[in-house]
C-alpha cells in the first residue's frame, strides 16, 4: 500500500511539473503622422508566443487592436479633412495642426486572457479635446472577444452598482452628474485581482473632474463574474 501511494504521488508532482506556463511577449507599436494639418501619435500592442497555438490567437487579437486604431484614424483624417475645408470656404484658417493620440494600458496578457484599455485624444478645435475609452477584451482559449454581458452577471446590477459606488475615489466631491452603474461606463477590463470601470469626462462629474477609473477587487464579484 505504501509503494502505491508513493507511486500516486510521484506521477502527480510529474504532471504539476510538466505543467508549462505560457508567457506573452508583448511589445509596443509606436507610430506618427505629421503634417501641417494634423499631429497623429498612435502606440498600440502586439502580443506574441513562440506556442503555434497561442500565437495563432495572439494574431487574431492584434488584428483587432489594428482594425479599431486604423479606424479611429481614418475617422479622425475624414473630420479634419471636413473642418479644414469649412473654414477655407469662409475664409478662415485653422490656429494650428489637429491633434489624435492614441494609448495604450495593458491589464492583463496570459495564455487565458488578454485585456486592454485603447484611449484616444482628439483636438479638432475649440477650447477642450474630447477622449474615448475602449475597452477590448479577449479569450484566448476560445478565440473570442467579450463585451460588458460576457464579463459581467447583469443579474446582480444592485450589487455591482453598489460597490462600484463604494469603490469611487472621489475626496474632493467631484462627482455629482451620476452615480456609476453598470450602465453608464464605457470602457471594463481586468487583471488577476481586480475588475476596472473606466468612466470618461462628464459621465459623473464636470469636465473638470477628469475621467475616473474604478478598481473593484474580484473576491468581492465571485458570483458577479462570468469570467
Known amino acids: 500500500m505504501k509503494t502505491k501511494l508513493f507511486a500516486a504521488c510521484i506521477i502527480a508532482l510529474s504532471v504539476v511539473a510538466c505543467k508549462k506556463e505560457i508567457k506573452l511577449e508583448v511589445k509596443h507599436i509606436h507610430e506618427t503622422d505629421k503634417t501641417a494639418e494634423w499631429d497623429v501619435q498612435i502606440t498600440?500592442?502586439?502580443f506574441s508566443s513562440t506556442e503555434t497555438e497561442v500565437e495563432k490567437s495572439?494574431?487574431?487579437f492584434n488584428d483587432e487592436?489594428?482594425?479599431l486604431v486604423n479606424g479611429i484614424q481614418a475617422a479622425f483624417i475624414e473630420q479634419a479633412k471636413e473642418t479644414i475645408s469649412g473654414l477655407d470656404s469662409?475664409?478662415?484658417k485653422q490656429v494650428g495642426p489637429y491633434q489624435l493620440f492614441i494609448q495604450d494600458t495593458?491589464?492583463?496578457a496570459d495564455e487565458n486572457y488578454i485585456s486592454v484599455l485603447v484611449s484616444s485624444y482628439e483636438m479638432l478645435g475649440g477650447a477642450n479635446g474630447i477622449t474615448s475609452f475602449y475597452g477590448?477584451?479577449?479569450n484566448m482559449k476560445s478565440q473570442k472577444f467579450l463585451n460588458k454581458k460576457d464579463i459581467l452577471n447583469h443579474d446582480k446590477a444592485a450589487d455591482i452598482n453598489a460597490l462600484l459606488k463604494e469603490n469611487l475615489k472621489d475626496p474632493d466631491k467631484c462627482f455629482t452628474f451620476a452615480a456609476p452603474t453598470v450602465e453608464n461606463f464605457?470602457?471594463?477590463n481586468f487583471t488577476l485581482h481586480t475588475v476596472e470601470f473606466t468612466y470618461a469626462k462628464y459621465i459623473l462629474g464636470p469636465g473638470s473632474c477628469g475621467p475616473v477609473t474604478?478598481?473593484?477587487p474580484r473576491h468581492k464579484m465571485k458570483d458577479m463574474l462570468k469570467i
Do not use: M, Q
Request: glycine share 8%; hydrophobic share 45%.
Open 136 to 138: 477590448v477584451n479577449y
Open 44 to 46: 498600440r500592442p502586439a
Open 106 to 108: 495593458v491589464y492583463l
Open 58 to 60: 495572439c494574431v487574431k
Open 65 to 67: 487592436i489594428t482594425g
Open 90 to 92: 469662409i475664409g478662415e
Open 186 to 188: 464605457p470602457a471594463i
Open 214 to 216: 474604478i478598481s473593484v
